[in-house]
Nanobody
Framework: VPLQASGGGLVQPGGSLRLSCEVS????????IAWYRQAPGKEREGVSCINGAGRTDYADSVKDRFTISRDNTKNMGYLQMSSLNPEDTAVYYC???????????????????WGRGTKVTVSS
């Protein structure tokens, strides 16, 4: 499944960014959309997931700061990030899979395609 994450950049602590995930060539509304991140020197971790019905799930580290959403008419997923801090600095990736969100977020099932990530840097 071709994927493209975008919207990253440099932001000051406390700032916000909105990431976008463009997904091509599938029955989008059936797929769970998940966001991951990988900070330098660290393992890739699940950040958030939204299933086809719109149910959302978040890692504890981003709960109440990040909001995941999707637009099934445009084959797009989004991650609105607020109250960013330096610990959020990472390359962010999206994935689309026919898998339950809890399996995706925990990486119990690893996505078959990561696509190209987008870099987020939180720094003053």
């Amino acid at each position: 499944v071709p994927l493209q994450a975008s919207g990253g950049g440099l932001v000051q602590p406390g700032g916000s960014l909105r990431l976008s995930c463009e997904v091509s060539g599938l029955s989008f509304h059936y797929y769970a959309i998940a966001w991951y991140r990988q900070a330098p020197g660290k393992e890739r971790e699940g950040v958030s997931c939204i299933n086809g019905a719109g149910r959302t799930d978040y890692a504890d580290s981003v709960k109440d700061r990040f909001t995941i959403s999707r637009d099934n008419t445009k084959n797009m997923g989004y991650l609105q990030m607020s109250s960013l801090n330096p610990e959020d600095t990472a390359v962010y990736y999206c994935a689309a899979e026919l898998v339950q969100c809890d399996h995706l977020l925990s990486l119990y099932i690893r996505p078959s395609n990561w696509g190209r990530g987008t870099k987020v840097t939180v720094s003053s």
